[in-house]
């Protein structure tokens, strides 16, 4: 206890003696009044908690706060009866008691030489933090390595990260290499900055009020760490306390945390994030190692068990710890509601305000019995300029920039200030984000909410939820011109939460529809390269209702379309929309959109095996190409060209098709940045040109015999749709390209792992057209026959399906020819139909006469690869028959017409074919021979051929 007399007005109390004088006269005061004023005076400035002075006054016994306020009330009449107004001691809401009037004490002067006596407030850390931070090992070896080498250190960062936390375990290890020890300032309670030197007094168990330079002389030559906690509310005094003690003690260390730097010269900043989280999809089992997961089952650990928790349980957690960012005291908070809620009812309770995140009981300092007290007392720190900002950037669930915090700014008046935004970052009240090319802010979602709760209580709702969408839409608008790829999804897909949230708004009540139907619109892109089919539907489904301008519904019905065809919905559904998009297209005379419509219908067509009227769209829309050199000329010439190369393709017309192909293919390898009018140069389904003209040229060339070109042009294919991060074009690629071709080509090693790529993609973005696709691989690449042609779609899946597994296709595939379709494959199909024919024990002569009509097709056609199949066939029918000599010089003509390459399935049937018959001649080099590795009959794969690099299948 102090013993030293306190003199505060005409007052004078006496701590030995328990007297309290007035002008020298004894005043009558109780014992239990008379311990409160004394632990008030002793800590005068300073805000005392109703806890420590009910502990105080009634040290055995419990009472009710009641009796507190009883005492107060009685001290306050008792001091300041004819005070002229001066008032002692003032209530702080929700903290406890201060005495505020002027008090002096007798001064003591350190002894020269005199030893500072070891503090108890480590031990009273122990209790208030335990032994053990969580998740901060890295950061506890950081900070005390950088303690070595300077002199003044600061953990700075948001409220409730555990800067305290970490300075003491800095502290505590610290402690030991020190001869002096530690001592610990809590300036939290600290209410004035002119208080600041007398709490140092009290810390260093000196008398009140001790004289500025008592308290060096016990600090010279010591050398001992002093941490000063939470300096951030007493504006420039714990700086200046700072200089003064590092002047005047050189062998003083200090530790300071606050929530900005203090700002001084020869300071070191340690900015203190939030805990690890793990990323979403992050496996059950290495979550446990997280700080914050880690930090969740410690203080739930009274509800729950770590080690009975199942995997869903761990993701369950780990979801909440992504919420609450990672901050500390928040997961503290929601953690001991576990016992009350189970961990899906506190996890039900987060996100919608702050108010889970509170402690159901008393205990710790008071402005962290809850996060709306850590943020309240941030928030007062604030300017009321700092403050309005705060309350509008609340509006950005992502991150933003400068601009984008100044088109929330209300003009009011007041201009927008960029050093508002710069001192929340310094507050840390923003976490601010520096790519390498420019600064981006963002803030935690507690920090969010506790700001849009302040928003909505200030009336600016309405004026900052607009300019928020506006700004959300300017921004989709110029992430539409930019160049595509991988950058781009980057730097916009942060966007999506903001735009869902402006979406929200303004189809809700009392907000601008208008407006949601142009963001909408201008944010198709960003779902579809995103592939949230789903969610993109459902927006444009939203929006479409609302639509009064012409422009906006025609993006809308376009995205439709597309969505509808991922989504295998029905194909009157696809046409309808990209039928409307057409329509309005050719009123605006917008030839962009008509290019892209025209193209979804095309497409639509295709996949249906609908190869006339896809040619005859095409023809169709030829007229509207303008062969300027504008963007939006070059798009529509682009598109029209991909069509044609599709139509002509799938139609039978490979030499036609080629020309387009490889115009297409060409013109996207050489301008691949060259940015269309509204976005990627693309149909309204927004594959990559580039992906797909490979793709289409791929097979083209397949069919002309050129084996290894097609399985090279593929893997160009896959790796560029991978490069840009694009599923849609990917799975594209996978499809109707490196899957068959690695069939086609016997290499069954490349075929599975393509074919798991394309189910692991499909299924995780939602691709339900490319799933079929992936089902009936998935199939062949097990060695089972497809559950049917009842299963398959009409048209290019089908169709593929039948050349890779013969024997599957009947009579109606083989009606197809005759109504001309399938053009592709009339060849192969008509060649299948005469195996068909012969093995129903129908006339030979019959199905020689179908397989002569099956090579005119092939030949016609320049399909190659078809004809050899056809010449094959024909072979092993006439073995043992007078005709083999002359069926067998016709297979060997046909292998002589191959390129040089690595050869196909076919080739190599053909060539063992003859090969078993002493033809004794080699149609393909000697030296791909040697590096064939033959698995069993037509299966094989070569150790430098078709699939490359890391989007090769590894043996």
Known sequence: MNTVPFTFGPFELHPLRRTLLRNGEPVQIGSRAFDVLTLLLERAGAVVGKEELMARAWPRTCVEESNLRVHISALRKLLEKDSGGLRYIDNVAGRGYSFVGPVSSASIAAAPGSRITPLSAPLRLDQRFGSRLIGREDAVGAVCAALGDTRLLTIAGPGGVGKTALAIACARQMA??????????????????????????????????????????????????????????LGDAPARLAEGLCAAAPGLTLLATSREALGLAGERVHSLGPLAVPAAGT??????????????????????????????????????????????????????????????????????SLAMLSRSRPGGEARHQSMRDVL????????????????????????????????????????????????????????????????????????????????????????????HAARCLDLMLEARGEPGGAQRLARHAGRLADVRAALDWCFAHGGDAGLGVRLAAAATPLWSELSLLDEQRTQIL???????????????????????????????????????????????GDN????????????????????????????????YRKGGKSAHDRCADDIHDRMMAAALHFHGEQRQARFHAERVHRLARDTEQWPAPHGPAGTALQYDRQAASSAVLARIRWLAGHAEEAAALATNALERAQEIEHPASTCLSLALSAI???????????????????????????????????????ALSEGACPSGAGALLPGPQAETIFTILPGLAGPADFARVGQGLAGWCAAELIRQKAV????????????????????????????????????????????????????????????????????????????????????????????????????????????????????????
């Open 740 to 778: 068959p071709i690695a069939f086609w080509n016997g290499d069954q090693h490349a075929a599975s792992y393509f074919t798991g790529v394309l189910c692991e993609r499909s299924q995780v973005h939602g691709l339900k057209h490319w799933q079929s696709w992936a089902a009936q691989f998935s």
């Open 542 to 588: 939203r929006a479409l209702p609302h639509a009064r301008d012409a422009a906006a519904e025609m993006a809308l019905q376009a995205s439709l379309g597309g969505v509808l065809v991922h989504l295998d919905s029905p194909s009157e559904q696809v046409a309808a929309a990209f039928t409307r998009a057409y329509e309005l297209a050719h009123s605006q």
């Open 176 to 233: 030991q290499h020190l001869r002096d020890g530690v001592c610990m300032l809590e300036l939290g309670s600290v209410s004035h900055p002119s208080l600041v030197v007398d709490a140092l007094a009290a810390a260093l168990e000196l008398p009140s009020h001790a004289p500025y330079d008592a308290i060096l002389a016990q600090l010279r030559g010591r050398s001992m760490l002093l941490v000063l906690d939470s300096c951030e509310h």
């Open 376 to 467: 309240d007392w941030s928030y007062a720190l604030l300017s009321a300029g700092e403050q309005r900002l705060l309350r509008c950037l609340s509006a950005w669930r992502g991150g933003f920039t400068a601009d984008c915090a100044r088109a929330l700014w209300p003009d009011q008046g007041a201009a927008f200030e960029p050093a508002a935004l710069y001192n929340l970052a310094a507050r840390s009240l923003l976490v601010c984000d520096y790519d390498g090319a420019g600064v981006g802010y963002r803030m935690l979602a507690t920090t969010r909410l506790y700001a849009a709760e302040r928003l909505a209580q200030d009336g600016e709702l309405a004026f900052v939820a607009r300019a």
């Open 836 to 955: 068909w024919m012969r093995t129903a024990g129908r006339p030979p002569a019959q199905a020689d006469s179908v397989l002569l009509q099956a090579a005119a097709i092939a030949e016609s056609q320049g399909a190659l690869a078809w004809l050899l199949r056809v010449a094959l066939t024909r072979a092993q029918w006439s073995l043992g028959t007078p005709r083999a000599a002359e069926a067998l010089g016709q297979l060997a003509a046909v292998l002589r017409r191959f390129p040089q390459g690595f050869p196909s399935r076919d080739q190599r049937d053909a060539q063992a074919l003859l090969d078993s018959l002493g033809g004794g001649e080699y149609f393909f080099q000697p030296d791909l021979r040697s590096r064939m590795r033959v698995h069993g009959r037509g299966q094989a794969t070569t150790q430098t051929g078709t699939a490359r690099g890391a989007l090769l299948p590894r043996e």
């Open 592 to 623: 962009t959109q008509l290019a892209r419509s025209f193209g979804g219908l095309c497409v639509n067509h295709l996949l249906q095996g609908q190869y006339p009227e896809a040619i005859a769209l095409a023809h169709a829309f030829a007229p």
């Open 283 to 352: 496996p059950a089992e290495a979550l446990p190692a997280y700080g914050a997961l880690a930090l969740f089952v410690e203080c739930a650990a009274g509800a729950i068990d770590a080690s009975r928790l199942t995997a869903d349980d761990w993701n369950l957690i780990a979801e909440m710890c992504r919420r609450l960012d990672g901050l500390p005291l928040a997961i503290e908070l929601a953690a001991a509601r576990v016992p009350m809620l189970g961990l899906h009812g506190v996890a039900s309770g987060l996100g919608a």
